[in-house]
């Protein structure tokens, strides 16, 4: 499994965003994604994941309310649509799949550097006026 992201660059405050995560090389059908974010001068933290059942689904305080994680499994993809965004949401996002629920989760929700099955290479979001 290979994932792409794109959908990143320039938006003002206030405005709204959407990134995409395609995936090839195998169907997403059975994968949980989660997204991540590293601001400059700071360490990585996952902002959100979804099951691949749709059950279970996860954001951080900081983008609750704001930020939207789906897939689309006819286009073989995800997203992250980003509302109301801040400067503070500056930072490169990083899409990452799993098999393992419980293994994105906690990657996702700890920060830590567990090794997942697949990650893309980032998109650049710049927050500004």
């Known amino acids: 499994l290979q994932l792409v992201e794109s959908g990143g660059g320039l938006v003002q405050p206030g405005g709204s965003l959407r990134l995409d995560c395609a995936a090839s090389?195998?169907?997403?059908?059975?994968?949980?994604i989660g997204w991540f974010r590293q601001a400059p001068g700071r360490k990585r933290e996952g902002i959100a994941y979804?099951?691949?059942?749709?059950?279970?689904?996860w954001s951080a305080d900081s983008v609750k309310g704001r930020f939207t994680i789906s897939v689309d499994n006819a286009k073989n993809s995800a997203s992250l649509q980003m509302n109301n965004v801040k400067p503070e949401d500056t930072g490169v996002y990083y899409c990452?799949?799993?098999?393992?629920?419980?293994?994105?989760?906690?990657?996702?929700?700890?920060?830590?550097?567990?090794?997942?099955?697949?990650w893309g290479q980032g998109t650049l979001v710049t927050v500004s006026e």
């Open positions: 979804l099951s691949s059942n749709n059950e279970f689904k």
């Open positions: 090389g195998s169907s997403l059908d059975g994968y949980s």
């Open positions: 990452a799949a799993d098999r393992q629920m419980e293994v994105l989760a906690v990657t996702v929700v700890t920060g830590t550097s567990n090794e997942l099955d697949a």
